[in-house]
């Protein structure tokens, strides 16, 4: 997690595999896109920077946050991904909606942790406000991409 001593995008790559053997999976919400357009560009660096081949990155894109997890599912059912990542943003805003969105799709993911044959990395920001967001996609706190990819990587290599 990001904290004002450590950012996102920092981690030791000498600790990362060699991806260029792996396929993965991007879903990724186009709710507050601006952000998500952001993690994900990241997240496909990163995958490239440890060797992964750009045809061997597939992303699908959904509405909203809550899709991640029939997207993630759908990904997990076509097979061949090595680790599926799910990117999206929730901003809190004037009602409930933020709270059931974030605990839906936390609980969905973990779900198809627990019960898929691959891994799916987790990459929503749930953040009160728009700078917290724009924090964590590639500001002071660095980028979730980043920190998706590397997990993503380790985990399939798992
Ligand atoms: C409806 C909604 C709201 C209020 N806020 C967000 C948000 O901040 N981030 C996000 O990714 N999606 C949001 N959505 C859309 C829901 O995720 C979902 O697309 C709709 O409820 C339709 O299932």
Known sequence: MATALHS????DPTN?????NMCFGIVVSEWNK???GALLN??????EKHGA????????RVPGSF?????????????GYDAVIILGCVIRGETPHFDYICQGV??????LNATSEIPVVYGL????NQQQALDRSGGRLGNKGDECAVVAIKMAKF
Do not use: R
């Open 125 to 128: 920001l749930t953040t009160e």
């Open 34 to 36: 601006d952000v998500t």
């Open 8 to 11: 996102l995008s920092d981690y």
């Open 106 to 111: 936390t609980q969905g993911i973990a779900q």
């Open 42 to 47: 990241s997240a496909v660096h990163t995958l």
């Open 67 to 79: 899709e991640l997890i029939y997207g993630a599912h759908q990904m997990i059912l076509n097979g």
């Open 53 to 60: 081949i750009p045809e061997n990155i597939h992303v699908k």
């Open 16 to 20: 990362v595999p060699d991806a260029s």
